[in-house]
């Protein structure tokens, strides 16, 4: 029996139809079109202006666009993976909500955080599961709704996130498509310089802590993006060089969209023509876990059979890693 490799088979997404452009935001904070557009490459962003409406809405829209378009039956779902940073709720799983009500009855399910890394983590995590021989379709949807956590008055942070969802099915293939490695890695020493103060077990919420605006996202935007230049290049090569793999071999880099400057070293230190870089940053910004699958559901009908896919990704935590996946089918 051939081995089994985990293979995506089909993608979905959703963004909100609300557009903050850096337009709008020149009137919010001391900023403007220019600065922004040089120093991160977004242009704009997309927020769920609805304050009923939370991650989970993003998410099962992401996960329907997928089901509608690949004729999935959701019963025949086996696992749902919700990366998110900003879960509906504390305690109840945003997953398990999502399963329910795209109908997925016969999955399991649970929420999986690694900040900006949380889908690239979930891949690694749904090829664990497909490889097993355990489970045949696992649901991966990276889904955030980042303006919930923003500080509309921090230009450090308003400039750079938005909102949105993505999704992917994984199921096996023996063909030799799918993920074929990973390197996966993390810092804890990184958590002080990106992070949300309040709100969790060291600092639970009070009037005091609302008072003093310690629930939004904090970072240091300098020592982020010095690790985050590094390290995701670093990596991206590394797995490179593991898999023997020229520049040549490479169609496609899957770059995590948190900043064109990152972007581009990435591409550099794989030496990648521009050509071969996905990128949609200056339509959505940084939407955490939903900026990998958003730009596989982008530029789906460029992707082929047999394309050879380096995922890279760094997050707050710190976490980072790439995925190199051969592409299983034509759209």
Known sequence: ??????????????????????KVLETMVDTNDEWITSRTGIKERRLLKDPDKGTSYLAINAAKDLIAKSGLDPKEIDLVVVATATPDL??????????????????????????????????????????????????????????SIIDYTDRTTCIIFGDGAGAALFEPNHEGF?????????????????????????????????ADRKH??????????????????????????????????VDWLVPHQANMRIIDATANRMKLDDSKVLKNIQRYGNTTSAT????????????KKGDNLIFAS??????????????????
């Open 90 to 147: 504390p305690v109840a799983s945003t997953a398990v909500y999502v399963a329910t009500e795209i109908g997925a009855t016969n999955a399991f399910a649970y929420d999986l955080q690694a900040a900006c890394s949380g889908f690239l983590y979930g891949m690694s995590t749904a090829a664990a599961y497909i490889e097993s021989g355990r489970y045949k379709k696992v649901l991966v949807i990276g889904a955030d709704k980042m303006s």
């Open 292 to 303: 990998l699958p958003l730009l596989l559901s982008d530029f789906e009908k460029q992707l």
């Open 178 to 210: 799918g993920l074929q490695d990973e390197m996966l890695r993390s810092d804890g020493q990184g958590r002080e310089f990106l992070k949300i103060d309040a709100g969790g077990s060291i600092l639970p919420a009070s009037a005091q802590t609302v």
């Open 1 to 22: 029996m051939s081995k089994i490799t985990a293979a995506i088979t089909a993608v979905g997404a959703y963004v909100p139809d609300f557009v903050l452009s850096n």
């Open 216 to 249: 939004f996202v904090h970072q240091d935007g300098k020592t982020v993006f010095k690790f985050a230049v590094s390290n995701m290049a670093d990596i991206s090569a590394e797995i490179m060089e593991r898999n023997s793999l020229t520049n040549e071999d």
């Open 314 to 331: 760094f997050g707050g935590g710190f976490t980072w890693g790439s995925i190199y996946l051969k592409w299983a089918y034509n759209s």
